[in-house]
């Protein structure tokens, strides 16, 4: 009788997760797939920005269904900053540049990674944060080498830099690939792989709220940026974010949204000029 009742409540999260993941609004869709002045942004009353919902501590749902996290914290002073509301639209990781080219968002906010494959389909703005790639293992099995991944199973979200990079640079490691990333953490979690590679920010955050698994590796690849993204060509929006992040650098923005978001998941495991950037300006 426990395991029914803890399966019914599990599902039942499972729903209430799905359910806080849809967007707050969806009124109003761009459906000619054209990006957006700001003029129309700001008749229209509102801005569609792209999260995640269940990146916590970068972009999800809490409890009471409001959008929380780094990303969001972000978003929430750009909409400020133009005297509009906030639509947050819920995606995956491989959805955001189809999101953007199908003017179905105006900016994505989604712990999107700088690359130059990106680049070419989308226009990313200033960074405003640092990242590279790590694993997280269970304690038992820690994975400490990237090279014993090897005839092992590693699990990873589709669309993601993972993904791009073990499959480019470790043919020999079998990928398990999600949509979501709560489907890839609960893989995890129950066994069907052997580890589990994405942000170095994310898998440390994880493993701190998760006993029993550890970051083996801390840090692999180059180290890359994160960014806003808007539809390619939009000059208009790209600028205005721009001009944006580098105003909020005087008042240290993005190191009082870290101390709101990350620092409360992280504490002291993490220094924040190791991850913060501020004014767009990148020192690796």
Not at 14 to 20: D, E, N, P, R, Y
Not at 158 to 186: H, I, M, R, W
Not at 219 to 239: C, M, W, Y
Request: with cysteine; hydrophobic share 40%; net charge negative.
């Amino acid at each position: 009788m426990k395991r029914v009742v803890a399966g019914v409540l599990s599902l039942l999260l499972v729903i209430g997760v799905l359910a806080g993941c849809g967007s707050e609004t969806n009124n109003n869709e761009n459906k000619n797939g054209i990006a957006r002045t700001i003029a129309q942004i700001k008749d229209s009353g509102y801005i569609k920005i792209g999260v995640f919902c269940d990146k916590k501590p970068f972009g999800y749902v809490d409890e009471q269904g409001t959008y929380q996290g780094y990303d969001v914290y972000f978003a929430n002073r750009i909409a400020k900053d133009m005297d509009v509301k906030v639509e947050f639209v819920p995606v995956e990781a491989a959805s955001r540049v189809e999101y953007l080219k199908t003017g179905k968002v105006d900016i994505i906010l989604a712990n999107f990674t700088v690359t130059k494959e990106r680049s070419e389909q989308v226009d990313f703005c200033l960074p405003y944060m640092k990242v590279a790639l790590g694993v997280v293992s269970p304690d038992q099995n820690l994975i400490k080498d990237v090279k014993e991944l090897e005839g092992k199973t590693l699990i990873v979200s589709k669309g993601t830099t993972a993904e791009t990079y073990f499959t480019k640079n470790y043919p020999k490691v079998t990928l398990l690939k999600f949509d979501q990333y709560s489907e890839a953490f609960n893989a995890l979690l129950d066994g069907r792989g052997d580890a589990l590679s994405t942000d170095n920010t994310e898998v440390l955050a994880w493993a701190l709220e998760n006993k029993g698994f550890s970051v083996g590796v801390e840090s692999l690849g180059d180290i890359d940026t994160i960014a806003p993204a808007v539809q390619k060509d939009n000059t208009e929006l790209l600028n205005w974010i721009n001009e944006e992040i580098r105003g909020l650098e005087e008042e240290q923005f993005f190191h009082r949204d870290y101390e709101e978001t990350l620092k409360p998941v992280y504490g002291d495991a993490v220094a924040p000029d190791n991850l913060v950037v501020e004014g767009g300006y990148v020192n690796k």
